[in-house]
Structure formats: C-alpha cells, structure tokens
C-alpha cells in the first residue's frame, strides 16, 4: 500500500524543488531506497510531461567498486555518468541504507581516486552548475537510532520537516540574503572559537527546498584568503564514511595550518587530497525550525535551528570565491545557549547571539516565526 506522504514528498520535489516542465529530463537516482520512492518520484515527473530517468545503487555495490576497481575504471564510471548528467534538466538524489558508514574501511587513496575521476566532473563541474537539483536522505531505523528516536517517530519527523512550507521560508530568507551582501567582515566567536573573514562582493544564496530537502540555510563563501583564526565545531559529522568529533582547525591567510580531530590522520589525509581541500568554500547560517540535534547526516545537519557551518574545499559557482577542489565538507558548529553559545558579527554588529537572530530585519527567521 502506498504511503500518501511518499506522493505528498514527490509533489514537492517536482513541483517546488525542481520547478520541472513539460519535455525536461529528469534523473532520479536512488540509493538503497524502497521501490516505492523512486516509483512516487516517476509518477510526479510523468504527471507534469517530464521524462524521468532512474539509477539504483547500492552503498555495498559501490563499496567494493571503489575498493577494488582501478583508477581506469572510476575514471571510465565517471565519463558515462557524466555523459548523462550532462544530458539532464533535473537532478534528485534519494540516499538511505541501514549502514550509514558503510564505506568508513575504504582506503584514502581510494576515495580520493573517487573525488577526482567521478564525483568532481560528475557533481561538481556538471551537476551542481548546469541542473536544477535536489538531494535527500529517506528515514531508516539506523538514521532513527542516529537520532535517538523511534523509527515510526522519526519517520514522522522526516516528512514533516522535508514538506514543510519552504517558500514561505525562501521569502524570509531575502532579508539574509541582502545583509550578507552588504557584509564585509565576519566575525564568529564563542567556545573555543574565534574566527574572521570577509565576505565582501560575494553573492548569498537563499536556500529554501531548492536544493537540499530538508532545507533552511543562507550561503555564501569567505574571501579565500582572509581567514584568519580557528574555529572548533562541536556537531559530530561523517565524511567518506568516516565518523569525527571535535574537530578543530587553525586558519592563516585561508589555508587551514592545524586541524586535529579524534582521528587527526584520517581528516589530514582528506584535507591533503588537493591544494583547495585546505582552503574554505562556504559559508552559512541555518535556520530550520524543527531540526535542533545533530545526527551525523549533513543534510540534516547543516540546517541545524541556530547553526552556522563552513565547508572545507569547492565553492559553489553562486556564490564562488574561486577556491576549486575534490572535496567539499560542511562542518557545523551549533551556537545556541545550551550547545555553549555563541555570536555571529557583521561588519562589529552581533545579528546572532546564542543561536537566535537578534537584529530587527532577521527575527523572521526565528524558530518561532517559520515553524
């Protein structure tokens, strides 16, 4: 029996998320999803005369590809996805799986053979600049467990706050958008942190369900060479299946001097996958009403209620400061009071104080107010 949140879910994607039409193309790629996702997303995009084009993977398939296979055949795997994706409109990308680490014991040279032959032509260079696109994770009960909730009550909890009333939330977000664009300098403070940099020229990019589901952020990108300070995160995070806490790095003219984790090689290793991987290209403030704890899944977790978080690595070309690498990790640093608190400063003014937007033209942006 079909659950009529799946359709309700697909109606969003298509119709706010994608802006789909008629005669488009659109890829629909499913990882370690239930046939039933994929079959919503189909019959949405069918509705509005697009032409939906579905990938299945498996996280365990591609586990043992990138472990074994040779650089010539990721290479050859990133050609023909590329070719596809450059032959798309849309793009959405549903993930799930029971095991949210399953490619934590894949080798650095490995996945850094990956981020360079496939991912970066593929999303990077392709995707993420010529596609309308949208990615999701879909509820399992090891994400519930990550959450420390039920199954049946986080599953709720995922379709109420990926169908939630996002433009709405993109038109509060304008008033962001226009204070990042007039910032230069940036100062971010709180425990263990002490961070500035500029943002001047920079365009900010509203994020309301347009990319990301669930969504609530504003980004931008820091000059790249005027970070200046360090900065500790105190969200929990995965990369390349790799589980870190505590992460903290030391920024001189841009470039991250000292990082240190409780896995201090491994996130060494990934830092050095290229010159950019040390260099800054993001910049946001989260806002999403309903999302308060971390959960180890970046998609969730960048859009943390009084968060802000920088991504080491590649710059989105809409907000670009020219820094260009393989990598791209959003790490994330809750401010408000009960995470330690914290303040964000435009040009010497605070805008955000323990996580609640203080100047008059944000408090729009408030929990209470978007909820």
């Given at each position: 029996m079909t659950d009529p949140r799946l359709d309700r879910l697909a109606e969003v994607i298509v119709h706010h998320s994608l802006r789909l039409a008629s005669g488009e193309t659109v890829l629909i790629e499913a990882i370690d999803v239930p046939e039933g996702v994929p079959a919503a997303l189909i019959r949405a995009a069918a509705a509005v005369g697009a032409r939906p084009l579905v990938s299945l993977k498996q996280n365990a398939v591609l586990r043992a590809l990138y472990r074994a296979a040779p650089d010539e055949a990721i290479a050859l795997a990133g050609e023909a996805e590329r070719f596809r994706m450059e032959r798309v409109q849309a793009y959405v990308a549903v993930r799930g799986g029971h095991n949210i680490t399953e490619l934590s014991d894949v080798p650095a040279d490995r996945l850094q053979a990956y981020q360079r032959h496939w991912w970066k032509p593929v999303h990077l260079e392709v995707r993420v600049p010529r596609t309308r696109w949208v990615v999701l994770r879909y509820p399992t009960a090891a994400m519930a467990q990550q959450a420390e909730m039920s199954t049946e009550a986080f599953t709720d909890f995922f379709f109420r706050v990926c169908t939630l009333d996002y433009g709405r939330m993109l038109q509060a977000t304008q008033a962001l958008k226009a204070r990042m664009e007039q910032t230069d300098r940036v100062h971010l403070t709180g425990p263990a942190t002490d961070l500035t940099f500029s943002i001047r020229g920079i365009p900010a990019v509203p994020c309301g369900g347009r990319?990301?589901?669930?969504?609530?952020?504003?980004?931008?990108?820091?000059?790249?060479?005027?970070?200046?300070?360090?900065?500790?995160?105190?969200?929990?995070?995965?990369?390349?299946?790799?589980?870190?806490?505590?992460?903290?790095?030391?920024?001189?003219?841009?470039?991250?001097?000292?990082a240190t984790a409780d896995k201090p090689e491994r996130l060494n290793?990934?830092?050095?996958?290229?010159?950019?991987?040390?260099?800054?290209?993001?910049?946001?403030?989260?806002f999403n009403p309903y999302i308060l704890q971390p959960m180890r899944d970046v998609l969730f977790?960048?859009?943390?209620?009084?968060?802000?978080?920088?991504?080491?690595?590649?710059?989105?070309?809409?907000?670009?400061?020219?820094?260009?690498?393989?990598?791209h990790?959003?790490?994330?640093?809750?401010q408000r009071a009960e995470w330690g608190g914290g303040e964000v400063a435009f040009d010497g003014q605070v805008i955000r104080k323990d996580g609640l937007f203080v100047a008059p033209d944000l408090v729009s942006l408030n929990p209470e107010n978007l909820a």
């Open positions: 990319r990301n589901l669930p969504d609530g952020e504003c980004f931008t990108a820091p000059l790249r060479e005027s970070v200046e300070g360090v900065i500790t995160f105190n969200a929990p995070t995965i990369y390349q299946g790799a589980p870190f806490t505590g992460v903290r790095l030391a920024f001189q003219r841009g470039r991250v001097v000292e290793a990934l830092l050095d996958t290229d010159p950019g991987a040390r260099f800054l290209g993001e910049f946001s403030l989260a977790d960048e859009k943390i209620a009084g968060s802000l978080h920088l991504a080491c690595g590649n710059a989105y070309q809409e907000a670009d400061n020219g820094n260009r690498s393989a990598v990790w959003d790490l994330v640093l809750v």
